[in-house]
């Protein structure tokens, strides 16, 4: 039985992405999913790893909550509404750039957050809860506040909070609710992770040390702020380092280069690393993702790939 717990809230949704003559593959993805995913690879057995959202009562939703099981990412977290269903985007292919079509309006995902009973219900006793700034942009700004006050319960009572800010302006009503939602997520968070070029468009930092700042400011504890592929800054327990990644000879898809840093620096800390190597694990494991096409790469975790892994 495991002896600890790590929880991902969000929104998983169907993915169509382009195969072959003109036809679509099915999959499931999303922010905090993928870094559930991988964190479920780095992290020991006696960990559990689970995913906290709402799905609808229908074909598809059954389908997601099969994938997640078969994945090792346990599903007692997730309610199931009648009535609705899962969000759903569709990837277009030009000259290699990825774009994205998205339908989300009777996705299940949105009223995650309508019942605060159940929010409680499932953050006790979680050792490690993560959120992201997509989570909160999905939700209504009453449903935010309501999430954002379970996460803050469950950090009284012992909790550890990752918030990965995820910056998507066109998911928020204008640019004044995303930078609140946003410094709300990090009020009740220990750890943020955000990238740069999203900050200094969202709020105009003049550089990682400001984004450092901020969060610090509003009460998070470690700041790892990422910066493609320029030195990360860390700060975290007294110590502030930058850290280089180590270089890219090719980027074949960005997608998931984040959830997966968010996974190896957290399950890096969650096992015992120092904070600098745990940003150095993180990098490492993004960039073996950031070299494959998709959210998920399960072969980096296969015997040939192991070099690659972010855990020791």
């Not at 997730?78 to 009777?106: C, H, N, P």
């Not at 504890?221 to 850290?243: D, H, Q, R, W, Y």
Request: proline content about 5%; glycine content about 8%.
């Amino acid at each position: 039985m495991p002896d600890r717990s790590f929880l991902a809230i969000g929104e998983c949704m169907v993915e169509l992405a382009p195969a072959t003559d003109g036809l679509f593959r099915m999959g499931f993805a999303g922010d905090t999913f993928n870094c559930a995913w991988y964190a479920r690879r780095l992290l020991p057995a006696d960990w559990s790893v689970g995913y906290a959202t709402a799905v609808g009562s229908d074909a598809v939703s059954d389908d997601m909550l099969a994938f997640m099981a078969a994945e090792g990412v346990e599903t007692g977290a997730i309610r199931r509404i009648e009535g609705r269903t899962v969000g759903l985007y569709m990837i277009a292919l030009k000259d290699g750039e990825r774009s994205f079509s998205y339908w989300r309006g009777q996705a299940a995902a949105k009223a995650m957050a309508d019942d605060p009973d159940w929010l409680d219900k499932v953050f006790a006793g979680r050792d490690l809860l993560h959120v992201s700034g997509i989570t909160l942009a999905i939700l209504a700004p009453e449903a935010r506040e309501r999430l954002c006050a379970a996460l803050a319960r469950a950090r009284a009572a012992g909790a550890r909070v990752s918030f990965d800010t995820n910056v998507r302006p066109r998911l928020w009503a204008d640019a004044a609710e995303m930078r609140a939602g946003l410094m709300l997520g990090a009020s009740v968070a220990d750890t943020v992770l955000p990238s740069f070029d999203e900050e200094q468009a969202a709020f105009g930092d003049a550089s990682p040390e400001a984004t450092v700042a901020r969060y610090r400011a509003a009460g998070a504890t470690t700041v790892v702020v990422k910066n493609g592929a320029a030195p990360i800054l860390l700060s975290a327990e007294g110590t502030e380092a930058e850290i280089a990644p180590e270089p890219v000879a090719r980027v074949v898809d960005s997608t998931a280069a984040g959830d997966s840093f968010a996974a190896g620096f957290l399950a890096a800390r969650a096992t015992g690393a120092a904070p600098p190597e745990a940003v150095r694990r993180a990098a490492a494991l993004a960039g073996a993702v950031i070299q494959r096409r998709g959210a998920l790469a399960p072969d980096i975790f296969a015997p040939e790939g192991a070099a690659l892994q972010a855990a020791p």
